[in-house]
């Protein structure tokens, strides 16, 4: 493509549906990328901190994958295989028992669905209800599940919903997440009583869907007592528990998935996102054996599966989490983060962080306010984007590989982003 056709922006608005989002935010043509950096058709080059929204915990480009892609592209490898065996689905699913399910003493299979994340929801959805027969599911304020209509019925946020334009979001109920009413206020135990109440009108649940941080929903952290009492909920009623960590897996809060501590154990995990390691799609539900109980293409799509993913995916655990060393790193630059947001906070009034691990964020009160700090440091040379019910929430999504000096100047963007939008709101107001 000539520079001449680079330049020419007006074909994202002649012919990309209105449906495009993050590009309004970040208004320049991207033509490179390279571990935690995005280069321009202009040659500027910007630190992201936005990390395919997660898809690329391990930034841009890892060359350890793409020297594993390219080979196996080269060699005529499987690039579409529907469901069939295959070498790259083999050393994968071998790598990911080796290294991630048999440390953590977990059995599950794997389930290949379609390739993004609501692919792996809507099979958890269906697998649910046909274990239990049952219809409804309970899911949460504030959550955010996909974008597809049965996903959708889960996710809290209005406007997202609004996107169905009129259709059936129905057979779920929504509860209060941890802290959705404020501290003191125990949102557990109004679950329970719901529950128990034979004339609340909420039908017997199939299962109960919780992320264990809101990705979407603001960065909402749930405690370790409320998970572990979700789940308590769910056996007593003879739910199942669906942990989606499609946003909060992957190393994003520390650990490779989000609920390791917490003493649960879920028996369905939809996964996705940085599942692949490179960014490639590719979706799977992790499904306690017993609940295994498809029939055969049941519950199939043409991309289940993605053999390129595999390749990469199996570079990232072998490369990523063959011992300890890459997890301890996470917890030292998760607290390099909260200190540097605490200091990002203390420039705005009643501002709060949200989150953990390297999931974190500042609440700053309003959606007006956070897009304008995004907004400036784009223009200083840093993508970051917002989060929570009204966009109230400046959200770091970090590739978890980022070299601490990279980490540190990107705050410092953010630092120097907040104070002069805090300062220019205040000129405004004299």
Sequence with gaps: MSTENIADTT?????????RSY????????TSASGSEM???KGETYIDFLAGCSSLNYGHNDPDMKAALIDHISRDGMSHALDLHTDAKSQFLEAFERLIL????????????????TNAVEAAMKLARKVTGRRNIIAFTNAFHGMTMGALSL???????GGAGGGLLADVTHMPYDGAFGEGVDTLAQIEMMLSNGSSGIDAPAAFIVEPVQGEGGLNAASTEWMQGIA??????GALLIVDD????CGRTGTFFSFEKMGIEPDLIPMAKSFSGMGLPFAALLIKPKHDIWKPAEHNGTFRGNTHAFVTARVAIEKFWADDTFQQMLGEKAMMLTSGLQAIAEEVPGASLKGRGLMQGIDVGSGELASEICARAFEMGLIIETSGAEDEVVKVLAPLTTPNQLFRKGLDILLDATRATVAGHRLAAQ
């Design 246 to 249: 499609i946003q909060a897996g």
């Design 23 to 30: 590009c309004r935010s970040f208004d320049t043509v991207f």
């Design 155 to 161: 996710t809290g946020n209005s406007s997202k919903r």
């Design 232 to 237: 308590r909920l769910a056996k007593e009623h």
């Design 39 to 41: 280069t321009d058709s």
């Design 102 to 117: 048999k440390p953590r003493d977990m059995d599950y299979k794997v389930m290949m669905t379609g390739p993004t994340g």
């Design 11 to 19: 074909i994202y608005t002649r012919r990309e549906s209105e449906a």
